[in-house]
């Protein structure tokens, strides 16, 4: 079967390192950033958007706020009577905004889709913002003694990469070194002023304390306000709009699983076979079959879930860098470095360096996709950049998505 291409026609990302709330602002005003910004940055008019689809983990729980898919029209009166939706799939849900907005675009039954994420998670002190978020496990099946859900969660995905293969604390913090060393050069990551001592990535107690198991304070992304948005257009739209199509990349590709909520499930079922997570395998195999890539070699750079240190380390083997637990070769290789590795991994600094506002997560994968493919990545451009690829998940990769960007 012939499927129509998506196009993405440009975006807009917030400034990740800002305080929303201080600033005296909330989800309205911060929808409102996103919807101007994405459309400006598309050259789209909004009486040219036919859809909308909006991407939102926690609304209700950080701020009371639901209904979200009606936020777009309440704040600007030219969307209103756009169609919208709310998805939500814990930090895959900017992912399946993408994927929505895309099945409404080859069904033919639109042209142009504004696709955004936004969350608020810095309106809460930290404590708390890291039990908002609890709710992305199993509630009241797994998780119970830990103090910070995310953290233990992770550590036990250590563990298990431990038990199976070996681990080295001292390879998870190489990648947490290289993501915040890689934000440095990106204008809108959150930890792109922040101070890191060479301490910072050891097992020093008081520069990386321990915060859950295995996990130290380098392992772990930080809470962060913040939106992201793109305009997803077809072939009918560009054939009226000559002028926007040189600036445009495309969706080659994509894959979409998911499994059960529980940790110990997800451990369970992949006893005695080479990777940890298979389903995470086949769903980016799934958008490299797509998007006619072979294998992670035609990728010129990945963007990829690192809300621990452990889950790129994870994605490493998943993607087919290394045999099944031997991330660690890439990582001290260099193979992932910006420049003159083998595949750029998390050139923006991923979400352990420019930050991880949950529901806006991965519409900000896809749009610096698209920035690194036509070029427009400023200091963390990956040098003749022609093919890039996402993993973003929810939860302990229990909603998993990947894409295949470019020209």
Known sequence: MTIDPVWIAGGYQSDFARNITREGGDLASLTAEIVDGTLAAALVEPAEVEVIHLGNAFGQVYSGQGHLAAMPASVRPELWGVPATRHEGACASGSLSVLSAMADLQSGRYDCALVLGVELEKNVPGDQGAKNMAGAAWV??????????????????????????????????????????????????????????????????????????????????PLTDGGAGVVLVTDRFLAGHRGQATACSKILGWGHRTVGLSLADKLAYSAGAPLIFPHVAQTIADAFRRSGTDDVDGLDLIETHDCFTASEYMAIDHFGLTE??????????????????RVAMNPSGGLLGAGHPVGA???????????????????????????????????????????????
């Open 361 to 407: 997560t991965g519409i900000r994968m896809l749009l610096d996709c698209h920035r690194q493919i036509v070029g427009a990545a400023g200091d963390y451009q990956v040098d003749r950049a022609r093919r890039a690829a996402t993993l973003n998940f929810g939860g302990s990769t229990t909603t998993v998505a990947s894409f295949v960007v470019g020209r």
């Open 324 to 341: 099944p637990g031997q991330s660690w070769r890439a990582v001290k290789s260099g193979e992932l470095e910006i420049g003159g590795g």
């Open 140 to 221: 009241g099946r797994e998780g119970t003694d830990a103090n910070y859900m995310w953290p233990y969660m992770f550590s036990q995905v250590a563990d298990e990469y431990d038990r199976r293969y070996g681990l080295a604390a001292e390879d998870l913090w190489r990648i947490a070194e290289l993501n915040t060393r890689n934000a440095r050069s990106n204008p809108r990551a959150q930890s792109r002023d922040w101070t890191f001592s060479d301490a910072s990535f050891t097992a020093d107690p008081q520069a990386n304390p321990v915060v859950e198991g295995r996990m130290h304070k380098a392992d772990c992304g």
